[in-house]
T-cell receptor
């Protein structure tokens, strides 16, 4: 079982550009959540996808958007990048019908905006 | 809204010392509680969890008990090792929806 895999591991973008980050969930999981972790802080919830639809959203602007594919993998897109978007982006997968089972996190994508 | 507050670090201990990292929560319902660990340059790994009041989660010598009366979930280990050096996050969630994390506590264990 490969667990949750994210790509790329590191990325450098210029302010104003757009970026796409990818996540493959753990085998058997159907729900993907994305988190932003700024340096020295705890992760902040961006949004969650289930059945190819955004089901919940945290306090992030519309520049942050996502997608979930039929195979449950997901993408996070960020438009018009700002310096403040520099962070570790974490993907977590879980099973919607799993009740109180835990979410599994990927290793993250380190995004640097210059 | 629901939130988690954990003890500020950094925490520096000598090998074999006793560890406590405090975590308290504010919740409108009855969430599940978690401790995650993050090693340098890596993502989050689940350390332990508890899904209801009075449950004790344990793993690798770490323990935490879900205390509804004090809204706490303090992490403890009787004898830390150098390899335990990492950042520890307390978190809560309802059915793996919006997970709320504390700010993290950095632990350094010296030989």
């Amino acid at each position: 079982d490969a667990g949750v895999t994210q790509s790329p591991t590191h990325l450098i973008k210029t302010r104003g550009q757009q970026v796409t980050l990818r996540c493959s969930p753990k085998s058997g999981h159907d729900t993907v959540s994305w988190y932003q972790q700024a340096l020295g802080q705890g992760p902040q919830f961006i949004f969650q996808y289930y059945e190819e639809e955004e089901r919940q959203r945290g306090n992030f602007p519309d520049r942050f958007s996502g997608h979930q594919f039929p195979n449950y993998s997901s993408e996070l897109n960020v438009n018009a990048l700002l310096l403040g978007d520099s962070a570790l982006y974490l993907c977590a997968s879980s099973l919607k019908s799993g009740g109180r089972t835990e979410a599994f996190f990927g290793q993250g994508t380190r995004l640097t905006v210059v | 809204g629901d939130s988690v507050t954990q003890m500020e670090g950094p925490v520096t201990l000598s090998e074999e010392a006793f560890l406590t990292i405090n975590c308290t929560y504010t919740a409108t319902g009855y969430p599940s509680l978690f401790w995650y660990v993050q090693y340098p340059g890596e993502g989050l790994q689940l350390l332990l969890k508890a899904t209801k009041a009075d449950d004790k989660g344990s793993n690798k010598g770490f323990e935490a008990t879900y205390r509804k009366e004090t809204t706490s979930f303090h992490l403890e280990k009787g004898s830390v090792q150098v390899s335990d050096s990492a950042v520890y996050f307390c978190a809560l969630t309802y059915n793996n929806n919006d997970m709320r994390f504390g700010a993290g506590t950095r632990l350094t264990v010296k030989p």
